[in-house]
């Protein structure tokens, strides 16, 4: 049984920095895309940064671009996130995503239960 397991999220200040972990079990990402995506309350899900899981090739949404930097260790069955300036808005539930395309988030087949990631101004 597939299991994808977020961590690292917490409350930063503005400015401030996380790493988000994603541990995969019964599930190696060796498979289409992999990705990380966001969810704020009363917004709809959006995706944030992907990887392509056999290739490297990543993808960011706009907002994220050059703060936020996603990763993966094959080896380790590991997905990160590294968020450097982070922003209020950037103030989320923020899910990972195993076998999918770019950051489309219907197109993906697992996910991870969820880890909360609040900014303070």
């Known amino acids: 049984q597939v299991q994808l397991v977020e961590s690292g999220g917490g409350s930063v200040q503005a400015g401030g920095s996380l790493r988000l972990s994603c541990a995969a079990s019964g599930y190696t990402y060796r498979r289409g895309y992999a990705g990380w995506f966001r969810q704020a309350p009363g917004k709809e899900r959006e995706g944030v940064a992907t990887i392509y899981t056999l290739g490297g090739f990543t993808a960011y949404a706009d907002s994220v671009k050059g703060r936020f930097t996603i990763s993966l260790d094959n080896a380790k069955s590991m997905l990160y996130l590294q968020m450097n300036s982070l922003k209020p808005e950037d103030t989320a539930m923020y899910y990972c995503?195993?076998?999918?395309?770019?950051?489309?988030?219907?197109?993906?087949?697992?996910w991870g239960q969820g880890t909360q990631v609040t900014v303070s101004s």
């Open positions: 995503a195993a076998e999918g395309l770019g950051l489309s988030a219907p197109s993906y087949n697992y």
